[in-house]
């Protein structure tokens, strides 16, 4: 018979200064103990967002959530560290539209947690257990969901027909090495560079995140063979916690992203009802 795993908050409130991922603006976020049962929700003003997949405005590049006028972006990193930090229940305060990007990981809000610490909770944490197969995605971009009794994944990039590389990585929730996924900086490849500056995004994090080139080099030292797939494991972990629960299940990601973690996410829920 399993063990009941209670429900955890942080056990003080804590504020964060910091600089958006995408804007490169200044913002500010204070950390509060919720309750539990109320899950993880952001204030943004007078307004309440829970960081669930119903408040979700689809953007490229990032998750955003958005309720009326109000809105909080590159949310996804954050929700990972949570996930790592088995935090289920938090109210974060909000003065900006995007939260602190870090170094383009999880470990700066990982390590702000630690030294805030945890608190544990009385109800126990609910699961959305997988017992069926899905699949999502064509054009040689798929997600695949599997059941299973742990959280793992297994995900596969490469820079398509025209670059020589490729990477793979697999992860579990059991083998203790979550620390090292938490530190996978956001990246991009070489030929998106020109793109991504036209539109102006990455502005906070363009002396911290790498880019692999057509022979999947990185432009900066890695902080672990295969960073880039890690870090593609962490968006999907941290887009998953927007079905407001933690998911038991094996997910195969082949040159997926935030679309396709998105509408798993939806499908999943759907199934639920």
């Known amino acids: 018979m399993s063990s009941v795993v209670l ?13 958006g991922l995408h804007s490169g603006k200044s913002v500010k976020v204070t950390l509060l ?26 953007t490229p590049r990032c998750t955003t959530l958005k309720k009326g ?45 630690r030294e805030a ?26 997600l695949f969901a599997f059941p299973d009794d742990e959280f793992r994944a297994w995900y596969f990039l490469d820079g398509g027909e025209s670059y020589h590389f490729s990477q793979a990585m697999e992860f579990s929730e059991s083998d203790n090495s979550f620390s090292k996924l938490l ?23 363009r002396e911290k995140a790498f880019i692999l080139d057509e022979k999947g080099e990185s432009s900066v030292p890695l902080r672990f063979p295969g960073e880039a797939a890690g870090h593609k494991i962490l968006d999907l972990i941290g887009d998953l916690m927007l079905a407001g629960k933690r998911i ?22 759907e199934d639920r009802k």
């Open 69 to 113: 006028e109000k809105q909080i972006s590159t949310i996804e990193h954050f929700l990972a560290a949570c996930w790592g930090s088995k935090i289920d229940n938090l109210e974060v305060e909000v003065e900006g539209e995007e939260l602190p990007g870090g170094d383009g990981s999880s470990i700066f809000w990982f390590n702000i947690f």
């Open 117 to 142: 610490g945890f608190q544990v909770q009385s109800s126990p944490r609910e699961y959305l257990v997988l017992d069926e197969s899905i699949k999502i995605g064509e054009n040689h971009h798929y």
């Open 248 to 269: 038991k299940g094996y997910f195969i990601g082949i040159r997926s992203g935030h679309i396709l973690n998105r509408e798993m996410v939806r499908m999943m829920m």
């Open 7 to 19: 429900q955890r908050t942080l056990a003080s409130p804590c504020t964060v200064e910091g600089i």
């Open 183 to 205: 530190s996978a900086r956001t990246f991009a490849f070489s030929w998106e560079v020109k793109e991504i500056l036209r539109r102006g995004w990455g502005k906070g994090v």
């Open 33 to 58: 103990p919720a309750s539990e049962n109320s899950g993880i929700f952001f204030r943004v003003g007078k307004t309440i967002i829970p960081a669930t997949i119903q408040h979700v405005e689809d």
